[in-house]
Structure formats: structure tokens, C-alpha cells
């Protein structure tokens, strides 16, 4: 519940930081995935062999959609971040938008 919770408290400043937030709930929901991608490579250097290739290989393409939304984020961060300059006036809302698309420009 804390998530959502957290997510309603932010509410109150916009819906562009409700976005945001998500977006990054949403990245850190992916941490037991990458883990288990970086377990399943130091298995594969152990097994070697053909078992190993294939186990390497599974693991690398149940990692695809976690590149592609690291990809995404500079767009989706400079995009919320106009819209944010553009309709509020809450100088801590404008100073997350600009922390966020200097993360998503670099």
C-alpha cells in the first residue's frame, strides 16, 4: 500500500508528478528481474557447455523489456518536463521536472 499511498499524497502537486512517480515505482519494480539476470549469467559462466548458452540467452531476452523502458525514458522525462514549466507554478515540482530530464537527456 505504501506506493499508492505515496503516489495520493504527491497528488496535490500535479499530475505530472503523479506520472513520474509511477514511472519510477515502475523502475523499481524491475530490480528483482535485473538480479535475477545477473544471477543467471555468473550460473551460466559456471555451467558453460550448451546448457549454459541457452540458460544465458533466456536470460537475456527477459531483460529486452527492461532495455526498452530505460530507453524510453528520456523521451517520457523531457516531455513531462515541458509540460510541467508549462502549467504549474510549484517551484519543487519544477525542480524534480528538471532533475528528471537531466536523467533521461544523459
Not at 500500500?1 to 515505482?25: D, E, H, T
Not at 535485473?34 to 558453460?48: G, R
Not at 546448457?51 to 540467452?57: D, K, P
Request: net charge positive; charged share 10%; glycine share 12%.
Amino acid at each position: 500500500y505504501f506506493p499508492i499511498k505515496s503516489l495520493a499524497g504527491n497528488s496535490r502537486l500535479g499530475v505530472v508528478q503523479v506520472v513520474l512517480q509511477g514511472l519510477g515505482q515502475g523502475f523499481l519494480s524491475t530490480i528483482l528481474p535485473a538480479l535475477f539476470v545477473v544471477v543467471a549469467v555468473m550460473v551460466t559462466w559456471e555451467l558453460e557447455g550448451h546448457y549454459g548458452l541457452a540458460l544465458l540467452s533466456s536470460s537475456s531476452v527477459s531483460g529486452t523489456g527492461f532495455q526498452g523502458g530505460v530507453a524510453s525514458f528520456g523521451a517520457i522525462s523531457t516531455n513531462a518536463h515541458k509540460q510541467v514549466h508549462l502549467t504549474t507554478y510549484n517551484s519543487m515540482t519544477r525542480n524534480r521536472a528538471n532533475i528528471c530530464a537531466t536523467l533521461g537527456d544523459s
